[in-house]
């Protein structure tokens, strides 16, 4: 079963950001998941909410904000607030950071409030820009963002995060042309995995930091989990 740093390692060191990254190369960590949004000015960042409120010392919708205004906000985690590296990055400079370990990436497109302009096309173009399209992997809760993604480029890897339970997920997988289903952990048991496998899909499940619920899961079959404590895992 795969370990990915949800977020880096995000129990430790403020999510999202270099440190983080940084920390779950470190520790051993073989595949990675970040979420993307874009600026004001059309810059792709890492973060997860859309606004920056919860997790840095400023305000406001990241929609809302230019590059140059987002990087001067400081963690709010007053440990980290100075770190250079505690900044919210730009995707490039996360990839700049990822691509020699070769760790698998999962980029979460957050479209699934505010569905930004041209966002498909512009992670895809960087990810190939870096050459690295087979060590990425492309989610949303925005199932629309992952059909553009397939319209863009049909060989690139799709994850379709679920938070509930939906009919024919299972088909409607298959006929995206996924290569995993990444349901939250709630929704995880044998018959679902089993299922999936025999239609060529993954199973990757959101957020397990406790080690019996990740081992019950290896046991079931589960590919991978989504963990913010890597360390405890690896």
């Given at each position: 079963m795969i370990y990915f740093a949800h977020r880096g390692a995000s129990k430790n060191y403020p999510e999202n950001t270099l440190l983080a990254f940084h920390k779950a190369i470190i520790a051993g960590a073989k595949a990675i998941e970040l979420d993307v949004h874009k600026t004001k000015d059309n810059k792709l960042v890492v973060i997860h909410d859309e606004d920056v409120a919860r997790t840095f010392q400023g305000k406001g919708l990241i929609k809302d904000l230019t590059l140059e205004e987002i990087s001067s906000f400081k963690s709010k985690n007053i440990d980290y607030e100075n770190s250079k590296l505690c900044k919210i990055p730009t995707l490039y400079k996360v990839l700049e950071l990822l691509k020699p370990s070769k760790v698998l990436i999962n980029i979460e497109l957050k479209t699934d409030v505010i569905h930004y302009k041209n966002i498909e096309k512009d992670v895809i173009d960087l990810i190939k820009n870096y050459g690295i399209e087979n060590h990425v992997l492309l989610s949303s809760f925005n199932h629309t963002s992952l059909e553009i993604c397939k319209s863009i480029d049909?060989?690139?890897?799709?994850?379709?995060?679920?938070?509930?339970?939906?009919?024919?997920?299972?088909?409607?997988?298959?006929?995206?042309?996924?290569?995993?289903?990444?349901?939250?952990?709630?929704?995880?048991?044998?018959?679902?995995?089993?299922?999936?496998?025999?239609?060529?899909?993954?199973?990757?499940?959101?957020?397990?930091?406790?080690?019996?619920?990740?081992?019950?899961?290896?046991?079931?079959?589960?590919?991978?989990?989504?963990?913010?404590?890597i360390e405890k895992f690896i």
């Open positions: 049909k060989n690139i890897k799709l994850g379709v995060l679920i938070d509930r339970k939906i009919d024919n997920i299972i088909a409607y997988a298959k006929n995206l042309g996924a290569y995993s289903l990444n349901p939250n952990v709630y929704l995880v048991n044998e018959p679902l995995i089993k299922l999936a496998h025999n239609n060529n899909l993954k199973v990757f499940t959101y957020t397990v930091n406790k080690p019996f619920i990740a081992n019950h899961l290896d046991k079931i079959g589960c590919d991978g989990i989504f963990t913010d404590n």
